[in-house]
């Protein structure tokens, strides 16, 4: 049984179809063609025509949303067969082998009604209006409505539920030749806000952002196409995505038998293929790997379209994979502050600091984790930070800050954080004298936790060697808490890959500078990329450790200041033979390395696959899959007409709005303002008395 108002819609499209029964199929090469075409048809059937004849229509007459539907039909393009996907065959009512799939809200975007041969026409118009059929009818389109925003992104109401629930699933289709996510949209209402209650489920939100809308349109018309085509048709297989392994953080100890003598022989090196391959910790048998699934991931990145917009397969795939990678910024201002809090859950990183204490926010602009310690009002720390001014560097060949990367105003107007910015005033780690003059400020302190978050990328970085570049600032950061850090201190660094022996040499002097050595992953960095945290604890302050700061200095020095573009690498502190004589630090090194060198090779080749895998599912189920053919330009090129359209409208109005109750140039009109409180306002020539809340300002011409 249907709806009153389900029947009372079939009833209008079927009077409409009734009535436009009896137009002539012209053959359209144009919009112009055709208005032209039909205004000349309207002139010489003026008594007859149909839309002089609209108002009388069927018995009982047209109601006004009729007659929209009808005035929007004749506005839009050619008049058009109903396609084969849109037919249903109907061998009980009539002989016609055909009859329309008809929408509560038909033609608002196309016709549908017309065929070629005027015999079927006249068949299908009476089977459509026989009472046997109107009672029979077909079941209407699933879309209900699309509402789509210059925003780039389109709210589309259904009211097929296996639609709504099979788009969820499937995440990304591709519209006009664009890759486009869709995700679960709740039609809310206030009350239900209000009340708490569960807001049922509507439809689909599609979103593929401004950037893209801005270059290459998404049309509503192809929206409510994609989404009319998934009728009836089965889900496609896998839509379930199964990952390579279980989310979660991972933690490997560091630890040393007993110290090694300093290598005194530091040079520069270049940095190269080989210093990654010949590192003793991890077979190069699995760096290849690793490195051919990155280049699996680049070679994604740079395949040509169709269709646009790529990245968002790679995007929905690992978010599929790995919900929690790469996510964050739900308790802070970006993810850098979910990751410090994850550590510190790990690691118990805060237990035993005392009150009071200070601490250093080392490379960390703009502030994250400056942000979180010191909104932990129990231990009171005073904070300071030393990181990179943006221009503050002017050599092309440098490393540049971004204007991004400067701390957040309200550090500044913090009454417990300052900030530090060396000898020169440009915060630079790397250049000489700044981290000294930084050590010095810092002397009087308690300085009890130092955290570094630093880290850079520049596409001047040849593939598969950011570790060997980043040396220079890894070993400044444990230089400066080396420097500063208190007896008992603790020290988190981020960190790459760990395949080199300078990377290893690194690690294995803060196993013997410190009581308790982690390298942990939290779960909210990203599974397919490199990153991981050194977590030390227990500072300890000693000869060893004074032996140790004056061979990373001497390291330092001889950077002279360099950018890390220009000089990336210097010969490791401890020698690779020195470091292969202690073999706890061997094994643990190794089981570090090596796991997340696998895990991170698996979750690289995972996301490619998965990326492919949607891509190939949305080609099949699109219904314009090339985003240069010329059905998707014509759309496009609509899209920007109505967007013209609307806009030149808008500025009509705000050009010529009237005044309220007239226009009035030297006499008192009433004006409503917005504020509070009662008062006169002027006019644009005149001062008016204005009567309401607010300014009372009038406009008018």
Known sequence: MRSQKQQQAISEQVAIAQMLSSVPRPCYNGQEQQENQWSAYNSSNTQNGPLSNAKQGPPGGFTEKMWQNVARTYSRAALQEVPAAMLQVNTAQANANVKPVLADKMMLNEPCLFFEDPIKQQEVISVCSSPASTSDFVE???????????????????????????????????????????????????????????????????????????????????????????????????????????????????????????????????????????????????????????????????????????????RVARSQLFPHSGEGGQEHENRAGDKLAELMAVTNLLDGVPAGSAFLDLCGGPGAWSQDLLGRKELALQGFGFTLKAGAVGADDDWQADEKDEWYEDLYEHPDWTALWGADGTGDLLKPGNLEHCARQLAQEKVLLCVADGGFSDKAIPANLLELYFYRLLLAELLMAASCLKPGGKF??????????????????????????????????????????????????????????????????????????????????????????????????????????????????????????????????????????????????????????????????????????????????????????????????????????????????
Request: with cysteine; proline share 5%; net charge positive.
């Open 140 to 314: 209407l389109l699933p879309v209900i409505s699309v509402k789509k925003s210059s925003k780039g992104c389109a709210v589309v109401l259904l009211r097929d539920p296996a639609i709504i629930e099979r788009c969820v699933l499937q995440r990304v289709a591709i519209v006009d030749g664009v890759c486009v996510e869709m995700t679960r949209h709740a039609k809310t209402k206030r009350k239900e806000q209000e009340n708490g209650d569960e807001a049922p489920q509507a439809g689909i939100f599609c979103a593929w952002g401004i950037r893209v809308e801005r270059g290459m349109p998404v049309s509503a018309v192809g929206i409510e196409e994609y989404f009319n085509s998934l009728a009836g048709k089965s889900c496609p297989e896998g839509l379930v995505a199964r990952p390579p392994f279980q989310e979660g953080h991972l933690s490997f100890r560091l630890a040393s038998d007993s110290f090694a003598s300093l290598s005194f022989d530091i040079r520069s090196i270049a940095a190269e293929q080989d210093g990654v391959l010949s590192g003793a910790h991890c077979q190069e048998g699995l760096v290849k790997e690793l490195q051919a699934a990155k280049k699996r991931l680049d070679d994604l990145w740079d395949r040509p379209p169709p269709p646009m917009a790529r990245s968002l397969m790679t």
């Open 492 to 701: 988190v660094c981020k960190l790459y890959t760990a395949f080199s022996s300078s990377t290893a040499a690194l690690l294995f002097l803060t196993t013997r500078m410190f009581d308790c050595v982690e390298i942990v992953k939290p779960m909210s960095s990203r599974a397919t990329g490199p990153e991981r945290y050194l977590v030390a604890k227990g500072f300890c302050e000693n000869a060893e450790t004074a032996s140790i700061r004056s061979a990373l200095a001497r390291s330092h020095t001889l950077g002279n200041g360099a950018s890390p573009l220009v000089t990336p690498l210097l010969t490791p502190v401890v020698t690779a033979e020195a470091l292969a004589q202690d073999q706890t630090f061997v094994k643990s090194m190794t089981t570090m390395a090596t796991t997340m060198c696998k895990r991170q090779t698996e979750a690289l080749n995972a996301v490619v696959d998965r990326a492919d895998f949607l891509e190939d599912m949305a080609m099949d189920s699109a219904v314009c899959s090339d985003p240069f053919s010329s059905l998707a330009q014509e759309r496009r090129e609509e899209e920007r007409n109505i967007k013209e359209d609307r806009e030149n409208y808008k500025a009509s109005m705000r050009e010529e709005r009237p005044s309220r109750g007239g226009e009035r140039r030297n006499g008192e009109g009433k004006g409503k303002g917005k504020g509070k409180g009662k008062g006169k306002g002027k006019g644009y020539q005149t001062e008016e008395k204005g009567k309401g809340k607010g300014n009372g300002l009038k406009r008018f011409q």
